[in-house]
């Protein structure tokens, strides 16, 4: 099983659609997870930490599920600006710096 | 401003000489990273530091070495054993706790011939 696992997509959604990605991760000791974007050709930028009582900014809400070991991002009202990769990344290391493995991401395109 | 800087942009080289990829921070932060992308694929570790003199083995470290004498720095060498260098490597920094997120450089797009 790999260590971080995202569903590649395409996902291919009309504006204003929500939207909603997984991603799971093996290390029940992770303890820092966060959601990025990438555009074409660019570097990955922060979208949002994810919190362990989940959080929300603007339309992009994250929750986290120790449970069943995974995060979620959704996206509402989706704009075609949103069209992206969207990484998931999570601190394997538990309590320290650690290795940060990236999930192979999901790329969202967003249509008229 | 406080960022990552990665240079050079685009780098050229023959199959068989090793290549220094520089990245530098002004971010006082501990902990720094190399990734690689391929086309279509998620970020890959290489190489990790969390303290000066100090790294890690990523996933594919196999080809590749590192250093880390400064805080500031973490130039990584492509050598001629790594099988397929042409990537676009990405490099960042975290701090100052270990849940706080990865900050990137702009990347080097490295391609081999």
């Known amino acids: 099983r790999k260590e971080v696992e995202q569903d590649p997509g395409p996902f291919n959604v009309p504006e204003g659609a929500t939207v909603a990605f997984n991603c799971t991760y093996s290390?029940?000791?992770?303890?820092?997870f966060f959601w990025y974007r990438q555009d074409c050709r660019k570097e990955p930028k922060l979208l949002m930490s994810?919190?362990?009582s989940g959080n929300e900014d603007g339309r992009f809400t994250a929750q986290l599920n120790r449970a069943s070991q995974y995060i979620s991002l959704l996206i509402r009202d989706s704009k075609l600006s949103d069209s992206a990769t969207y990484l998931c990344v999570v601190n394997a290391g538990g309590t320290s710096y650690g290795k940060l493995t990236f999930g192979q991401g999901t790329i969202l395109t967003v249509h008229p | 401003d406080g960022g990552i800087t990665q240079s050079p942009k685009y780098l050229f080289r023959k199959e068989g000489q090793n290549v220094t990829l520089s990245c530098e921070q002004n971010?006082?932060?501990?902990?720094m990273y190399w990734y690689r992308q391929d086309p279509g694929q998620g970020l890959r570790l290489i190489y990790y530091s969390q303290i000066v003199n100090d790294f890690q083995k990523g996933d594919i470290a196999e080809g590749y070495s590192v250093s880390r004498e400064k805080k500031e720095s973490f130039p990584l060498t492509v050598t001629s054993a790594q099988k397929n260098p042409t990537a676009f490597y990405l490099c960042?920094?975290?701090?100052?706790?270990?849940?706080?997120?990865?900050?990137f450089g702009n990347g080097t797009r490295l391609t081999v011939t």
């Open positions: 971010l006082n932060h501990d902990a």
């Open positions: 994810v919190y362990s």
């Open positions: 290390n029940s000791a992770s303890q820092s």
């Open positions: 960042a920094s975290t701090g100052p706790s270990y849940n706080s997120p990865l900050h």
